[in-house]
């Protein structure tokens, strides 16, 4: 058990050195950052969009089974 937790915490630490150097170099990069936050910021306004759209209708479904569920319970306690 020891040998195999030597080797993780080696592998975990060579992890962090790759990522903190990545993330260095990513953010020096301003016009990458500008860039990927232009795109999220349109995914993110699609996706609030669409979520928008159907969550009216998935609400109502989800209603609809939770009142079958809850009535169909109290019926079958009021028979007993």
């Known amino acids: 058990m020891r040998k195999v ?6 592998t975990m630490v060579a992890s962090l050195v790759v990522v903190s150097t990545c993330i ?3 953010a020096e990069d301003s016009d990458t950052v500008t ?3 232009t795109a999220m910021s ?7 969009s669409a ?3 159907v969550a009216p209708y998935g609400i109502a ?3 609809a ?5 809850l009535g169909v319970k109290f019926f ?3 028979a007993k």
Not at 5 to 10: A, H, L, N, Q, Y
Not at 42 to 48: A, F
């Open 51 to 53: 979520l928008s759209t």
């Open 24 to 26: 260095s170099i990513f």
């Open 65 to 69: 089974f939770l009142i079958w569920k």
């Open 76 to 78: 079958k306690s009021l």
């Open 35 to 37: 860039a990927m936050g």
């Open 42 to 48: 349109g995914v993110k306004s699609d996706g609030i």
């Open 61 to 63: 479904i989800m209603g």
């Open 5 to 10: 937790s030597k080797k993780f915490v080696g």
